[in-house]
């Protein structure tokens, strides 16, 4: 790397003890530990893109940094030899193997003290590399999923290891950063090494939060913060092409548990059917804030086409929180979170994907962009959906959607006549 | 007899509670470029924590449950804690307010609660902690089951029932799990108390004696009396009062800062799309025959 800009000025000793301390510790925080998500030995997507993103940041890294700091998965489960394996195929460098009848089942419980001892563990990480086994102490890097499982493993290990955990990321950047912050560096400027950027979009979709893990370098709250942990969205990364040559080493370890680790005990799982299917519906139409004018009506109208063409009915996040005030049943129908589409909720890929009143921020786009022909309907010509779409009607649905409609129903019974 | 050993020894519970931006239409103020409009949006009892409220009234009905509601925040949160007790209704309401725990990420939020929860354990032990899923602003749904194992609590997420065994102190509960390309899965879970649990969003409450229907309402009338009259039932706590190390809450105890904040960029357009007038009937007519061919051949296939 460049060299440093930040000569440590000498009338500021303080700032110096800091900075050297944080060089002492750079060899206790090595690798990125990924923790890999599955059903019953049956890999969650989100585990192959998270190693995906692993491997390309830490190809980045080794070749920027001259090291060779591994992307390390961690599995938990029962019959999980051959999961390993594809661990590696996918850009693992080892896998981290915890076979126990009592991991059968995520249970947050056991799930954490597990995977805090992993994280803390001597003996595994000099399986995984000698070379930095000596001081190690935690891992630089860790993934997690952001979904039901992961968010709250992530967070409670995270609570376990005493460090910073970001979530719902989906963009990963590691810089050299110049930073000044009131309380981590008492004001001075510092600079961070190997700083991982967590890009994290808000509620709206149309705001990137950058989100950093620091060590305070303020002598008066000095602290150590590694590893530097997010939750990754699902179906945001690319997974690598599976690779049989690719080789790795599959490390076993065996847990300490004791009695109360094995308290919590699942009693049944069945499978539930959401009354929201998006899967077998060659059609789904969704609607968003454009409905605010005459929300009822505009309801309406959405339900009339949804049936016309045998669709299933999406919303945008927005409309899950129920900004206006629209009678029940129809709220609870048709409001609600089941049927979010995008980051936070299902992701669809209907024939046809039809998107009403949806402005088409980047939340929203990444749960319909694998559909088949999008069709938009939007009064305003700058909403970004028009980029997303193949067909854009400009124009408000209170007067698009019965002509659609009438146009629908005038021609099915015309494909009726001839049949 | 055993009655009596009951009402000697109800459940404790905790319910952990947050101020929101209200995003009803009329309170939410959204700018121009689609993101949130702070200052001109109102705040009010966050919908997850109002769940989170609801399903520790369920105990209360069913248990005689004594529960107190907390909440981080300012002055202003213990609006917040007035509308978890009109839910829940409340025996006491906890509002830990202090300047320097502002700017507090999840971890150093969960290092304010955690101490609270424990003061709260000297007056009797806890058994059952409740938080919302997620909060509707920051979203992380990071803080509850933070707070949890700081607590030494086990931790379920998602759960959409549950019930008590008083006298073996076994939970049992419901969770929902969804994950991304599997089927959604029901599991049924027992956990020996005390318990933190974050509820899930399609959490309900079902009263389905007479009698705990008439508690149900008895609990109501109770809970909107003293809802009325909620700063008897408040105890602020600053930090000193709480007892907590300053360097762990607030801006010095967060491990993460917020870098940078931008408006995510334009991806470039995945698809050309062909714009038509929503006026146009001939043109809607093209795109009813568009659909209708796409939706046959499918259909076909």
């Known amino acids: 790397m460049a060299a440093s800009t930040t000569v440590p000025d000498p009338r500021t000793p303080v700032r110096e003890n800091s900075t050297n301390s944080a060089n002492e510790s750079e060899g206790s925080y090595r690798h990125l530990y990924v923790v890999v998500e599955h059903d019953d030995s049956n890999l969650i997507p989100v585990t192959l893109e998270m190693l995906g993103e692993a491997r390309r940041l830490m190809d980045i890294f080794n070749a920027r940094y001259s090291s060779t700091e591994k992307v390390v998965a961690i599995v938990l489960g029962v019959n999980i030899k051959k999961l390993c394996e594809e661990l590696v195929y996918y850009g693992a460098d080892a896998v981290i193997c915890v076979e126990n009848p009592n991991l059968r089942y995520p ?3 056991i799930d954490t003290k597990v995977i805090s001892q992993v994280a803390r563990d001597k003996v595994c990480a000099s399986k995984v590399s000698p070379e930095y086994s000596e001081e190690f102490k935690k891992p630089r890097y860790m993934f997690f999923s952001a979904d039901n499982v992961g968010r709250h493993l992530s967070s409670t290990v995270l609570a376990e290891l005493e460090s910073g955990l970001a979530s719902d990321i989906n963009k990963l950047v ?5 930073i000044k912050h009131e309380h981590k560096t008492k004001g001075q400027l510092a600079r961070y090494e190997k700083t991982l950027e967590m890009y994290r979009p808000d509620f709206s979709g149309f705001l990137w939060t950058t989100i950093l893990c620091l060590d305070n370098r303020n002598p008066a709250i000095q602290r150590e913060y590694h590893p530097q942990a997010c939750s990754i969205i699902p179906g945001v990364f690319a997974p690598l092409q599976r690779d049989p040559a690719r080789t790795g080493i599959i490390v076993d370890f065996s847990p300490e548990l ?7 005990k699942v009693l049944n799982r069945q499978i539930t059917k959401s009354p929201v299917d998006f899967d077998s519906h060659k059609a789904v139409i969704s609607f968003g804030r454009g409905i605010k004018d005459s929300p009822e009506d505009n309801i309406k109208l959405i339900v009339e086409l949804a049936n016309e063409l045998n669709a299933e009915i999406g919303v945008s996040l927005p409309i ?5 005030s629209v009678r029940e049943p129809v709220s609870s129908l048709y409001m609600n979170s089941d049927r979010v589409i995008g980051t936070s909720g299902r992701k669809v890929a209907p024939a046809v994907y039809v998107a009403i009143g949806v402005s088409g921020a980047m939340q929203h786009i990444a749960g319909m962009k694998e559909s088949g022909f999008v069709i938009a309907i939007n009064a305003d010509a700058n909403s970004p959906i028009k980029d997303e779409c193949d067909i854009f009607i400009r124009g408000r649905m209170e007067e698009v959607l019965p002509v659609l409609i009438e146009e629908l129903k005038k021609q099915k019974q015309v494909m009726e006549v001839h049949k | 007899m055993e009655i009596a050993e009951l009402m000697a020894s109800p459940l404790n519970l905790a319910v952990i509670v947050k101020l929101e931006p209200d995003f009803s239409e009329g309170s939410v103020s959204y700018n121009s470029d689609g993101t949130l409009n702070r200052a001109e949006t109102k705040s009010i009892l966050g919908p997850h924590s109002a769940i989170a409220s609801a399903a520790a009234f369920y105990a209360k009905v069913k248990y005689g449950a004594v529960i107190s509601v907390a909440t981080m925040g300012p002055p202003i949160a213990d609006s917040a804690l007035q509308q978890a007790q009109l839910i829940s209704d409340a025996d006491s309401l906890h509002l830990y307010s202090d300047r320097i725990f502002s700017g507090a990420d999840t971890l150093a939020t969960a290092e304010v609660l955690k101490t609270g929860i424990k003061k709260m354990e000297g007056t009797g032990k806890m058994d059952i902690v409740f938080s919302g899923h997620r909060a509707s602003d920051g979203e992380t749904g990071q803080t509850g089951p933070q707070t949890a194992w700081k607590l030494g609590y086990t931790f379920l997420g ?9 006298e073996k102190r076994i939970l049992t509960a419901k969770r929902l799990i969804t994950l991304q390309g599997t089927p959604d899965v029901i599991e049924e879970i027992e956990a020996p108390l005390p318990v933190f649990i ?11 004696t007479v009698s705990l229907r008439l508690a149900s309402v008895k609990y109501q009338k109770e809970a909107e009396q003293r809802a009325q009259n909620y700063k008897n039932y408040l105890k602020i706590f600053n930090a000193q009062q709480l007892e907590v190390d300053p360097k762990f809450v607030g801006l010095p105890g967060s491990p993460t800062i917020v870098y940078k904040v931008e408006r995510i960029p334009k991806a470039r357009a995945s698809r050309r799309a062909e714009v038509i007038d929503g006026l146009d009937q001939q043109q809607l007519r093209r795109v009813a025959e568009k659909i209708h061919e796409i939706v046959g051949r499918v259909v076909n296939q």
């Open chain 2, 198 to 208: 974050t509820v899930d969003p399609s959490y309900r409450s079902v009263f389905n």
């Open chain 1, 174 to 178: 590691i810089e050299d950063l110049e």
């Open chain 2, 158 to 166: 998602n759960v959409i029932c549950y019930d008590v065994d008083i």
């Open chain 1, 107 to 109: 249970i947050n419980l």
């Open chain 1, 258 to 264: 004791d009695q109360a680790d094995k308290s919590v």
């Open chain 1, 320 to 324: 899950s929180k129920r900004p206006y």
